[in-house]
């Protein structure tokens, strides 16, 4: 998911320093019923795949046959001449290798001057040119007729060499700080259509503030979609429960694969280039942050419910040649900084950003690396389902005794949101039916009980 925190990222820094910004949303038409077997099986040479491999690869796709039902009924099996077979687990990775081929061309387009990549960063600058993730890929530079002109003739380029067709009436053209006349005038040329900021891009609403309602629109309309489906098949309260839980626990996991990031990948670099370094972790940026890293900075904080400090209790450095390790400011001795530790020594340090390496006057031996480690398990590491277990440890939902009563695991599931309902009035009573204009009175029933 590196790719929407990039994209992000770049839209947010286009916006707030006022530079000019030009993206494009390629579409391809029928991505994997399109490719080209000859140039498949060129690029994974060019990958330095073995020969038996790409013998076995290449078997694998050229047996593929179909057939055509007429009238109800199938006709003759004939061969096919390109494209990838739909549902089997080999077809996504060999689309990736076969996407890999506009990643060259892009690269290629950069290094001949034909395409001017956009800038992320004061000063150290990173570029970034193209996002690639399957067949959904953004590329982005500034504006110029240029880098226009680069994209049509790629496209097409790309087009007849790997057979992907690019469809520019459903692909997007979406400007920063660019006139409306400008834009158009590019989509024009490219037979495009114009988009707008926030534009969806793999699910999410990319230059959107998720602090807002409307950013989580889509994802909202997914889920009313769900119910509807739910609804139409007739579940019970007890399956839709079962089932909706199963997709809304997914999404912490989401939002937090967004943590692991490599130190040399792309998504780093873009954060380090904008927002800095601060003893050895990425800067909040404070008011040039966007929205999006603000929000992650909160959750490593501890901000909001989730406990303080649980990500500086959870990671120690652990000390190799001493090169990148502060001496004062970061955790390498008892899991603690010892400018907390030694206020007074701290304060008298005339370099308070040295290394370790820099302060041993004896010299340090050590030939490896420093290197972060995760102190709840060093043996696997970092991981997803570590953190999400911490975070649900130290934000435990507290449930009253009846709620307790109400959701044991001996109740049956039925009987358990019967009685949550009861406990909330949500109850269809008649009542509640008035108060949400089904009926238009109340009619009130006494009964008589005899003695």
């Not at 320093?17 to 099986?41: G, H, I, P, Q």
């Not at 009035?425 to 204009?437: A, H, I, Q």
Request: proline share 4%; hydrophobic share 45%.
């Amino acid at each position: 998911m590196d790719g929407i925190l990039i994209a992000n990222e770049v839209v947010d820094e286009a916006r707030k320093t006022m530079k000019e910004l030009l993206l494009f949303k390629v579409d391809f038409e029928k991505a994997y019923d399109s490719v080209d077997w000859d140039y498949l099986n060129v690029v994974m040479g060019k990958m330095s795949f073995p020969a038996l491999w790409r013998k076995l690869i290449k078997e694998c796709v050229r047996t593929a046959t179909a057939s055509v039902l007429v009238n109800g009924s199938p006709t003759g099996e004939f061969p096919l001449e390109r494209g990838l077979r739909q549902g089997d687990p080999l077809s996504p990775f060999l689309f990736l290798i076969a996407a890999e081929g506009l990643n060259v061309l892009m690269r290629a387009l950069v290094e001949n001057n034909l395409f001017t990549r956009y800038s992320v960063g004061v000063q150290d600058p990173i570029s970034v040119s193209h996002l690639q993730f399957a067949d959904d890929t953004l590329l982005m530079g500034v504006k110029s007729w240029a880098n226009v002109r680069a994209l049509r003739v790629g496209l097409v380029l790309f087009k007849l060499m790997s057979g992907l067709k690019v469809n520019f009436n459903k692909s997007l053209l979406v400007g920063v700080n660019i006139p409306d006349s400008r834009l158009y005038e590019a989509a024009s040329s490219l037979g495009c259509k114009v988009g707008k900021i926030p534009f969806l891009y793999l699910g999410l609403p990319i230059g959107g503030d998720p602090r807002r309602l409307s950013f989580w629109e889509p994802v909202l309309n997914r889920i009313k979609n769900q119910l509807s489906g739910w609804k139409s098949r007739f579940l019970s309260f007890g399956g839709r429960l079962i089932l909706l839980k199963s997709v809304l626990t997914s999404l912490p996991v989401y939002a937090l694969s967004f943590f692991k990031a490599i130190s040399g990948g792309l998504w780093f670099r873009v954060l380090a280039a904008r927002y800095g370094m601060e003893g050895g972790q990425l800067s909040e940026g404070g008011s040039r942050g966007s929205s999006w890293w603000r929000e992650i900075v909160k959750i490593r904080e501890g901000v909001g419910g989730l406990g303080g400090g649980w990500f500086r209790e959870s990671v120690v450095k652990r000390v190799g040649d001493g090169a990148s390790t502060f001496f004062w400011t970061d955790p390498w001795l008892g899991g603690f900084p010892l400018c907390e530790r030694f206020e007074r020594l701290f304060d008298l340090a005339v370099n308070k950003s040295c290394s370790i390496a820099e302060m041993s006057s004896l010299g340090w031996e050590a030939q490896f690396r420093d290197v972060w480690q995760w102190r709840p398990d060093p043996a696997v590491g970092y991981s997803v389902r570590g953190v999400y277990r911490i975070l649900t440890s130290r934000a435990p939902v507290t449930l009253s005794p009846a709620e307790d009563l109400i959701w044991h695991k001996q109740v049956p599931l039925k009987v358990s949101i019967f009685a949550w309902r009861l406990l909330r009035d949500r109850l269809p009573t008649k009542e509640n039916l008035v108060t949400r204009g089904y009926y238009q009175e109340l009619i009130l029933v006494y009964t008589a009980v005899e003695a």
